[in-house]
Every structure is written in structure tokens, then in C-alpha cells.
């Protein structure tokens, strides 16, 4: 398995940040501390739909093999092609091939390593990677009409820290962007406060906003939700 690993971080100019963590690195220089932006490994650059349990699992112990843990990336999001189908009742289901034991495995072993663990959807009805990727399982998995429901699914159930929302599926169905991702914030405040051991740690629930609004411009904004 090569080993590609693209890491992110999320620079001032595309990000906004509410109640976060602080993560302070102290400069034995002059005795200063600096609040690093967020940062991590994120699938689908390297790997578009064509993921598995094993390849997250693999990329996330490279983070710590190669000192990315240490140098401050902490955050691990399993991208786009996760996604299975909703069953009768609108529950989502994974991949049975791509991820055979379901997904809180992979929360479990990202939070083993000492890391966060995150997922992606989509502010519409359907995911990128059925656009752009012909991936027939993101049909029908974005969070549109399923707020509530997915965010207990993966926040609570699955015990997943911060969640990537893009804006493909949204765009599609011409949904206002600030009504949807206003919407959805609130929707998955709620559903989290039902969780309260999930933070423990503090606020660690991240909510990453990713629109496309320019033609090959991508904005990403990563939010946390707050103190619970």
C-alpha cells in the first residue's frame, strides 16, 4: 500500500472557529504561546471514494509514525465513499465492502491513537463523489432530511468528533447556503447535547463546512459547535 498522505490545515483566511479547543505549543525561546489552526488528514485527496477500513486505519498510524500526531495534527476525517444506503427507515448504513465492521471501529481506533476522529456528508441530498465519481452509494446520503437522525447516528452511536458538510448536493437543489448550513449547526447542537460523555474532554465536536463557490475553488470552514 503506498503510503500518500495530504494533510490539511485550515488557514485564517478560510476559517472560523467557535468555543474551540486551544491547543498551545509553548516557544521555549520567549516563553510564548501559540494557538496552532486545526490540522489533520483528510481521505479524498489521496484517495477519493476508494477507501476502506484498512486504508484509514493505515493513514492513521502513519500520522504517528511519522511524527504528525506530535507536530499538532490531530484531526482524521474519513472523506466521501463510506456511505452504504438508507434503510426503510432513513438510517444510514456503510459500505459493506469498504468498511464490513461499520464505522465506530474507526472512531475507536483513530481515539486509541490519541487523535479525533471526523466524517463527511453532504448539505444536499447526494455526496460529490456521486457527481463527480459516479459513486451510486452517495445517492441519497447527504444530511438533507436527515439531520437529527444522522447526527445521533454519528456523533452518538458511531462516537465520531467533527463532521465535513460539502455543498455539492446542496448546490443541485438550489438550497440557500446560509439557511442549510445554519440549519444544520443547529441540528446537530441539539442531537450532541444528548451526549454529554462524548466531550468530556472538553468542546471537541467540529462541524467542517466545505462549499464549492467558485468554479475549481473550494472554501473549506471549520467550526466547532461548542461546550456541552
Known amino acids: 500500500m503506498k503510503n500518500r498522505i495530504y494533510l490539511f490545515t485550515v488557514a485564517v483566511a478560510s476559517f472560523m472557529c467557535i468555543s474551540c ?8 525561546e520567549n516563553e510564548k504561546t501559540v494557538n496552532p489552526p486545526i490540522m489533520g488528514w483528510s481521505s479524498w485527496n489521496a484517495f477519493r471514494v476508494d477507501i476502506s477500513e484498512d486504508i484509514i486505519k493505515h493513514q492513521a498510524d502513519l500520522m504517528v509514525k511519522k511524527g504528525l ?24 448504513h456503510t459500505h459493506e ?27 444536499g441530498n447526494s455526496t460529490c ?9 452517495g445517492v441519497g446520503a447527504g444530511i438533507y432530511g436527515h439531520e437529527p437522525q444522522d447526527a445521533q447516528l454519528y456523533f452518538g452511536d458511531w462516537g465520531f468528533d ?3 458538510i460539502d455543498y455539492c448536493g446542496g448546490d443541485v437543489l438550489g438550497l440557500n447556503e446560509k439557511e442549510r448550513y445554519t440549519s444544520i449547526r443547529n441540528s446537530i447542537d441539539k ?4 451526549f454529554p460523555s462524548i466531550f468530556a474532554d472538553g468542546p471537541s465536536r467540529a462541524l467542517g463546512l466545505k462549499m464549492q463557490q467558485l468554479p475549481g475553488v473550494s472554501v473549506e470552514i471549520l467550526m466547532h459547535i461548542g461546550d456541552h
Open 97 to 123: 465492502q469498504r468498511f464490513p465492521n461499520g464505522m465506530k471501529p474507526i472512531a475507536d481506533y483513530v481515539h486509541g491513537l490519541g487523535m479525533k476522529a471526523g466524517l463527511y456528508t453532504d448539505a
Open 129 to 137: 463523489g456521486s457527481m463527480w465519481d459516479n459513486d451510486a452509494a
Open 191 to 194: 442531537e450532541t447535547k444528548m
Open 21 to 28: 479547543t486551544k491547543t498551545q505549543t509553548t516557544l521555549s
Open 162 to 164: 467533527f463532521i465535513k
Open 69 to 92: 500526531k506530535d507536530a499538532g495534527y490531530h484531526y482524521v476525517n474519513v472523506d466521501d465513499g463510506y456511505f452504504g444506503k438508507r434503510d426503510d427507515n432513513g438510517i444510514m
